[in-house]
């Protein structure tokens, strides 16, 4: 009989947890705090494991809350949609005030945590949330001019790792932003192609022209372009401390015209497979190609 009530509460334990990570996307989250990292290791003169440690904490935190704060504004239009109707909220597993409660304490710890290591880092990081939960949330269901004010907190974390690292916001972070910004748009409007019947059933307005046409396809291609050249930019000694090797790149830009090819494939086909083929291509390429700047700074014999 105990073990018995032991594996209930064991499997209940299991669904809470599960409900927390859904809440709070945590790949999403993962993905944001693998970013900020990257951008802390090119940022910092001598790499501190505490302040890696308050960066991951405080960093997840805040995209959690801001996942939460989504799920919460938006419980309603989730419902409608297949993706999302199984989330804690609509799905009736959680209710808005615990969801609620979760989301201003993951605020609170997470931009306590990112003061303790600067101001700077700490405001941008509620920035982001603002950004997040009270611009970009609301427009999503008014214009496709959305995905353009969702791409400015999207963008944060890369450069949020080099203002922990130094308390300074200059060409480098700037850069970083710069380069994560343009990277969305591809990778949205790929995942918005894809999804695009189930947005509207939830009446978003993801794809810049509204349709899965030539004129999205081009804007992907356009942004793809300027994404490739404010990657290698540090190359060429514009962007300060932010320096990047001949050879690292070279594998940079070959990354970025891979992506572009996956592009053009879906210039080409026009159907949802090779939307997924440039999301996918995408996450390959920011993964990528924030490890080859790491690992570029520190000089190993690769570069």
Known sequence: MKTATGEIKKSNWSLVFADFKELTKVRLAVSVVFSSIAGYFLGAYEVSLFSILLLAFGGYCMVG????Y???IEKDLDALMDRTRNRPIPAGRMSVNTALTIAIVLTVLGVFALYFLNPQTALFGAISIFLYTSVYTP?????????????????????????????????????????????????????????DDDYKNGGFKMLPTGRKDTGTILQIILYTIWMIVISIMPAFGFTGRLQLSVTAAIVVFVMGFAMLVF??????????????KLMLASVIYITLMQIVFVVDKFGTTLF
């Open 139 to 195: 427009l999503k269901t008014k214009t496709p001019l959305a995905v353009f004010v969702g791409a400015i907190p999207g963008a944060i974390p890369f450069m949020l790792g080099w203002v922990a690292a130094t308390n300074d916001f200059g060409i480098e972070p700037g850069t970083l932003f710069m380069i994560q910004f343009f990277w969305q748009f591809p990778h949205f409007w790929a995942l918005g192609w894809m999804l």
């Open 70 to 72: 989504n799920q919460i």
């Open 65 to 68: 809350a801001s996942n939460a």
């Open 263 to 276: 592009a053009f494939g879906l210039y080409g086909k026009r159907d949802n497979k090779s939307a997924r």
